[in-house]
């Protein structure tokens, strides 16, 4: 629901993905590698109404792979427990989605969208979209398998001679499908360019489930943009959470309200990577946990609004990533946030 031109909106109704009701029109996108369970965990505690897992590789789960299971990781404290699977077989994913559904998924997300050559390669992803009747075939073996509501991710098509993505999106809702998200590029595009949030129009029309528009929304703006090129029913906030677990109820906030979009502080902001990185050292152990936050850490420290110059951040940044101790990791992190409050006092 957009701002009115008096500054305020109506409530939006809830958003259902089957009989799924979701607190948010806000939703945290699954990204592999970045929504780890300590993650998924920093975003609920600030208020997200939906964070989805890392893509889940349906044949390894199966096989109890330790680094996949640990991907699918439930926790306590999560508002919806959201598993994106990915798979290149109807029966793995069948499989994956009874696993899923048993280890108490909410919903259970179909890939179908990943541009990486690993995924494509393996015929999995977004290649999917190159062969259309089977990947129905796919979605329907994951609706089958049990009775937790389905989703697909998907991209506009596989590049711009085949824009797919409206027929997809309805064969997906023939065979079960409760909701899709659309990323507004294609694949041959990876993440190059803008994305078109006008061509998920054309699926919106196609599909009578809610449909999610996903691709460049990083503040409130561009949510507004996003809802009203596409007329989506919500968004999905992929890169622009990196540094920002927070970004999704601010952007939901300033919607709700027709206020401009409110983030944390810096003193704030300390507060949530110190919580961050601890949950993700009791979470991996300190070694891994710490090879594990890096990315993180350099991503708070890009995001936070510093007095510092950006060479110093960057000299920051880059002498905070090269520390191999947990502890030391924490006290350099506080002394750069004190010293920053300092300079900005």
């Not at 949030?197 to 919106?204: E, I, L, M, S, T």
């Not at 109820?249 to 206020?259: N, T």
């Not at 979470?283 to 110093?312: C, N, Q, R, T, V």
């Amino acid at each position: 629901m957009l701002p009115s031109e008096h500054g305020k909106s109506a409530v939006a109704p809830a958003l259902r993905i089957g009989g799924v009701e979701i607190g948010g029109r806000i939703l945290n996108a699954p990204m592999t590698g970045i929504s780890d369970l300590p993650f998924r965990r920093a975003c609920s505690r600030l208020g997200a109404a939906y964070v989805a897992t890392e893509m889940v590789a349906c044949q390894e789960f199966a096989r109890g792979r330790a680094d996949v299971v640990r991907r699918a990781a439930v926790g306590d404290g999560l508002p919806l427990m959201v598993v994106q699977l990915v798979a290149r077989e109807p029966r793995w994913v069948a499989h994956g989605a009874r696993l899923a559904a048993a280890a108490g998924a909410d919903i259970i997300d179909l890939n179908m969208g990943c541009p990486c050559k690993e995924v494509t390669g393996a015929l999995s992803g977004a290649a999917l979209m190159r062969d259309l009747d089977f990947a129905e075939r796919m979605i329907e073996a994951a609706v089958r398998a049990s009775d937790v509501p389905v989703t697909v991710k998907m991209r506009l098509g596989w590049d711009n001679a085949s824009r797919n993505a409206a027929e997809l999106a309805h064969r997906a809702e023939r065979v079960g499908a409760q909701a899709v998200t659309v990323h507004g590029r294609t694949r041959q595009q990876f993440y190059k360019g803008s994305a078109d949030w006008h061509a998920v129009a054309d699926v919106k029309a196609a599909v009578a489930v809610p449909v999610i528009v996903n691709g460049d929304v990083t503040d409130a703006q561009d949510a507004r943009r996003a809802l009203a090129e596409s007329g989506a029913d919500a968004v999905m906030i992929g890169r622009g959470v990196y540094g920002r677990p927070w970004v999704a109820p601010a952007i939901e906030r300033a919607l709700a309200s027709g206020d401009t979009m409110t983030e944390p502080d810096l003193e704030a902001r300390l507060g949530i990577v110190l919580d961050h990185f601890r949950e993700t050292l009791r979470f991996y152990g300190d070694s891994l946990g710490l090879k594990h936050f890096k990315k993180h850490l350099g991503w708070y420290i890009e995001a936070a609004p510093w007095p510092l110059a950006s060479e110093a951040r960057r000299l920051a940044k880059s002498r905070l990533c090269q520390i191999d101790e947990a502890p030391a990791v924490e006290r350099a992190l506080s002394d750069l946030w004190t010293s920053s409050l300092q300079a900005a006092a």
